[in-house]
């Protein structure tokens, strides 16, 4: 058990790395950012701040907004927060990648980007730690208004690119490709990792607390 739970975490560690990789890759082009990183690229612009800190802020203020809603957080939740805003800073502030000017070449790079951002989504969801902010936000929305989740999720996506947008905040194809695309993306990687999202019971943090008190009061 012990075993299953170190397993666990360093899934969400990786996770969340492999997360903040493919987000990186994705900002890579000048055909635009993801419909989130428009709006953290937005408030990134106007306050100066670096977009990894705009992105834990917005990820805490999200949080915030859900455990409102009775919605509970995990571990995950909290890791995603820190961890991807804390390595896109870091990614960028190294800026290994080049900037790809050409449609083509971008549009190869942003759908690279997506499917390391499924992998990562993949490694995180799979550790059973807790959704990500914006996917509790989406659940929160799904069960106040009935809507369909693919309705809430465009939605809110299309909400944070106008706020984005109107801050400044970069959009082209390569929003309108990650938008549509990350589902497909995910949707292949769990296909052909054989994975099951429905299957998992994430643990929020009271959880996840108790269990390895436990865990490691054993052993």
Aim: with cysteine; glycine share 10%; proline share 4%.
């Amino acid at each position: 058990m012990k075993k299953n739970f170190l397993a666990r975490l360093m899934k969400l560690f990786f996770g969340n790395l492999l997360f903040a990789v493919g987000i990186v890759v994705t900002m890579q082009t000048d055909l635009g950012y993801a419909p989130w990183d428009v709006f953290h690229a937005g408030i990134s612009k106007t306050t100066g701040i670096p977009i990894g800190t705009a992105s834990i802020i917005v990820g805490v203020t999200i949080s915030t907004v859900t455990l409102l809603f009775k919605e509970k957080i995990g571990l995950g939740t909290i890791l995603n927060i820190v961890l991807v805003g804390v390595m896109i800073n870091l990614f960028v502030m190294i800026n290994p990648l080049p900037k790809v000017k050409e449609v083509i070449p971008g549009v190869a790079i942003i759908v690279a980007g997506l499917f390391i951002v499924a992998f990562a989504s993949y490694f995180y969801f799979s550790s059973g730690f807790g959704m990500g902010p914006r996917d509790s936000l989406m659940v929160v929305l799904v069960r106040r208004t009935k809507l369909p989740v693919g309705v809430c999720r465009g939605i809110l996506e299309g909400l944070a690119v106008l706020v984005g947008w109107l801050l400044g905040g970069p959009v082209g194809i390569g929003t309108i490709a990650a938008a549509f695309g990350i589902s497909l993306c995910v949707q292949l990687v769990f296909s052909m990792l054989k994975f099951d999202s429905t299957s998992v019971k994430h643990e929020n943090i009271d959880e996840t607390f108790r269990n390895s008190a436990e865990l490691f009061k054993r052993s």
